[in-house]
């Protein structure tokens, strides 16, 4: 993976597939067998994908690069999200996972997620919430991700820093530190002005399916007080909050991971 993201258990078990999406590389991950379940990862790929691991006993499990991260190739006429939703679009159609869905958003994936079950809600079976970032809520706001010192975001993203320091290199070198910026350069062709959607307010209530909100209890990015607000909008939406884990809640508790396999069953 670019910038070395990622780790090595999980790269020995999925699969990687090469794909060009309206002219773009996309670099799609699979592994598992059964119902199709997709991931859309968030604003950054560095910690890799080990928590996804038990879904594959279940599930066939696709986990695309955004354009922008991972081994993706760059897009930089993206300008809002209603263009991710495009790409992914095409992207199943190329894959033929068209009806049946589950897909599972995590922050910025969780935003992308929302918006494409809005628009395309009969493709889904069942859809889960993992943080979701892009809704304004004046009571509990977000945190400006672009104005957190560098060395203080692993901080913000867990409770507990030993899950991800065997993926924070002591001594970054240029490749860590590109892949960085280039994550973060995508993310602030989209949301530098725009940090929140009016469109979510406004339509999530077109998602009819059955939804999952999951959320860790110490999150400094996208505090778990946010999913009341998400909740009222989606009708019959489902909250699990886990305790003692903050923005990676799938990386720093399995229970949350198994919560989200059960509740797609």
Same mark, same amino acid.
């Given at each position: 993976?670019?910038?070395?993201?990622?780790?090595?258990?999980?790269?020995?078990?999925?699969?990687?597939?090469?794909?060009?999406?309206?002219?773009?590389?996309?670099?799609?991950?699979?592994?598992?067998?059964? *119902?199709?379940?997709?991931?859309?990862?968030?604003?950054?790929?560095?910690?890799?994908?080990?928590?996804?691991?038990?879904?594959?006993?279940?599930?066939?499990?696709?986990?695309? !690069? #955004?354009?922008?991260?991972?081994?993706?190739?760059? *897009?930089?006429?993206?300008?809002?999200?209603?263009?991710?939703?495009?790409?992914?679009?095409?992207? !199943?159609?190329?894959?033929?996972?068209?009806?049946?869905?589950?897909?599972?958003?995590?922050?910025?994936?969780?935003?992308?997620?929302?918006?494409?079950?809005?628009? #395309?809600?009969?493709?889904?079976?069942?859809?889960?919430?993992?943080?979701?970032?892009?809704?304004?809520?004046?009571?509990?706001?977000?945190?400006?991700?672009?104005?957190?010192?560098?060395?203080?975001?692993?901080?913000?993203?867990?409770?507990?820093?030993?899950?991800?320091?065997?993926?924070?290199?002591?001594?970054?070198?240029?490749?860590?530190?590109?892949?960085?910026?280039?994550?973060?350069?995508?993310?602030?062709? !989209?949301?530098?002005?725009?940090?929140?959607?009016?469109?979510?307010?406004?339509?999530? #209530?077109?998602?009819?399916?059955?939804?999952?909100?999951?959320?860790?209890?110490?999150?400094?990015?996208?505090?778990?007080?946010?999913?009341?607000?998400?909740?009222?909008?989606?009708?019959?939406?489902?909250?699990?909050?886990?305790?003692?884990?903050? #923005?990676?809640?799938?990386?720093?508790?399995?229970?949350?991971?198994?919560?989200?396999? *059960?509740?797609?069953?």
């Amino acid at each position: 993976m670019a910038g070395k993201a990622g780790n090595t258990d999980a790269n020995s078990v999925f699969k990687h597939e090469t794909l060009t999406v309206n002219g773009i590389k996309t670099v799609v991950m699979t592994a598992g067998q059964g *119902d199709p379940l997709v991931f859309f990862h968030g604003g950054g790929v560095f910690s890799g994908f080990d928590f996804a691991l038990p879904w594959t006993e279940r599930y066939k499990v696709y986990i695309p !690069f #955004h354009p922008g991260f991972g081994d993706s190739g760059d *897009d930089p006429e993206i300008a809002d999200m209603h263009d991710y939703v495009l790409h992914y679009l095409e992207l !199943f159609d190329q894959l033929k996972l068209e009806r049946g869905l589950r897909l599972v958003g995590f922050s910025m994936g969780g935003w992308m997620a929302a918006e494409f079950a809005m628009e #395309h809600r009969r493709r889904l079976h069942k859809l889960v919430l993992v943080a979701p970032a892009g809704l304004r809520v004046k009571e509990y706001p977000g945190t400006d991700l672009f104005r957190i010192p560098p060395e203080q975001v692993p901080a913000y993203l867990v409770h507990d820093l030993k899950v991800i320091e065997r993926y924070l290199p002591k001594e970054p070198d240029a490749d860590f530190l590109t892949a960085r910026y280039r994550e973060m350069t995508t993310i602030a062709r !989209f949301a530098w002005e725009h940090p929140y959607s009016q469109r979510l307010a406004r339509w999530l #209530h077109r998602i009819n399916v059955p939804t999952l909100m999951v959320w860790g209890e110490q999150d400094r990015l996208v505090p778990h007080q946010q999913s009341a607000s998400w909740a009222k909008l989606i009708a019959g939406a489902q909250v699990q909050t886990f305790k003692n884990a903050g #923005h990676l809640v799938l990386d720093e508790k399995p229970e949350a991971v198994k919560a989200v396999a *059960d509740f797609l069953a």
